[in-house]
């Protein structure tokens, strides 16, 4: 019994002996790992509630914010975390290599995903468009009802809804119509050779004279633009506010239509002349 309680005694003594050493070996560290641990996870709150304020100072795009300040929340915690890890003596470089070769992994399965990902935070940065705004992209014209991270939603004036990848949408070219206050309206009427070129440039002259809806500058412009096939054109411009260039422009084709037929102005529709030649029978 009594060699029992020796054998005992003497245990307890060695694993106390080994709890001291790896005390003095691995406390320092594990403390000032904790120490670094709560200092790091105040600062990266700070920082991150810091970028949100300015974010929402410089009035960005509230999707964008929003993921910008998760991934930044996300990213800097785990940089933490495996500084301290490495602190208290955890090897921390198979660990790092396993995330890249994963982060590869998914990063190319989702190839397609992040391309869009990409080009909508592109957009939200450089807004070439904002919500509300009519654009002409990927042959689709139509109000930008959404723009989300992946994906832009249009809404066309057929009322239809379109959901145009952002991807694709970051790399092409993209027409804003509503980006400028003021629009140049155009026209193109034909007459026929025989008309009097004087005439018809007056009859359009006194039809946009009628129109209060053009700007005054610049002024409207009647040209002679070119000599077709069948018809001599004649080129109108005129300078409206962006939202009444489509009534204005239809509104103009019936006036003149109806001012050349009071003129006796022929529009020509697509003729050919045949001549025909006879030969000398033999």
């Known amino acids: 019994m009594e060699t029992d ?5 003497d245990n307890t003594a060695e694993l106390a002996d080994t709890a001291i050493e790896l005390g003095l070996t691995y406390g320092p560290n594990l403390l000032l790992a904790i120490i670094t641990l709560i200092i790091g996870l105040w600062l990266v709150n700070r920082f991150v509630a810091f970028t949100a304020r300015a974010m929402e100072a410089r009035n960005v795009e509230a999707t964008l914010a929003g993921f910008v300040r998760n991934l930044a929340n996300i990213g800097l915690k785990a940089l933490l975390l495996i500084s301290v890890a ?15 070769a994963a982060g590869l992994a998914i990063g190319l399965a989702l ?16 807004r070439p468009f904002r919500v ?19 994906h832009t939603i249009l809404k066309t004036f057929d009322n239809r809804t379109v959901i145009v990848p952002n ?49 005054p500058e610049p002024a409207p412009t009647v040209v002679l633009s070119e000599f077709d096939d069948s018809s001599v054109n004649f080129m109108v411009r005129a300078w409206v506010k962006a939202p009444e260039l489509w009534p204005v422009f239809w509104d103009m ?30």
């Open 5 to 9: 309680l020796s054998l005992i005694t």
């Open 86 to 100: 490495s602190m208290i003596g955890i090897e921390t470089t198979s660990f790092i290599a396993v995330l890249a």
């Open 111 to 126: 190839q397609g995903s992040l391309g869009n990902f990409a080009g909508g935070v592109l957009i939200l940065m450089f």
């Open 132 to 150: 509300g705004e009519v654009i002409e992209a990927q042959g689709f014209l139509g109000t930008v009802r959404e723009i989300q991270i992946f």
């Open 167 to 215: 991807g694709a949408l970051s790399n092409d070219k993209i027409v804003n119509m509503s980006r400028e206050d003021n629009r140049r309206v155009e026209w193109t009427f034909g007459v026929s050779y025989d008309d009097d070129i004087r005439k018809v440039k007056e009859v359009l002259m006194e039809q946009l004279g009628k129109e209060d809806r053009l700007l």
């Open 253 to 282: 084709n019936e006036r003149v239509k109806q001012a050349f037929d009071a003129s006796d102005i022929t529009i020509p529709f697509p003729q050919r002349d045949v001549h025909l030649f006879q030969s000398e029978s033999q």
